[in-house]
């Protein structure tokens, strides 16, 4: 499994959110491959960490594309930085690890 993780500056969170709930979170649930995702803001509500999972590094690669080219269309964020890395480990409540 591999992850995207994308960090933004926020300008105007409720646009950002708007933003988020109505187009991306939609689309990148529709990426091929995808797994589960999990987006961020600090407490401050002005920057923000994503991590995207996917089943595969070809997978995950072509979702930091999408997330490159995306960004440009959000006035309310900007992107920061977009890296794939690979998941070594996960733990989560049913999964008993």
């Known amino acids: 499994m591999h992850a995207v993780v994308a960090r933004v500056t926020i300008a105007d969170f409720e646009s950002a959110r708007q933003n988020l709930q109505e187009q991306v979170v939609p689309r990148v649930r529709q990426a091929p491959g995808f797994v589960a995702g999990y987006w961020t803001r600090s ?3 002005t920057d923000g960490l994503s991590m995207l999972l996917f089943d ?3 997978n ?3 979702a930091a594309e999408m997330v490159r080219e995306g960004a440009e269309r959000i ?3 900007t992107l920061e930085s977009v890296e794939v890395r690979e998941v070594v ?3 989560s409540a049913s999964s008993g690890s």
């Open 60 to 62: 995950a690669r072509s």
């Open 75 to 77: 006035a309310a964020v």
């Open 56 to 58: 595969s590094e070809d």
């Open 43 to 45: 407490g401050e509500g």
């Open 89 to 91: 480990a996960e733990a």
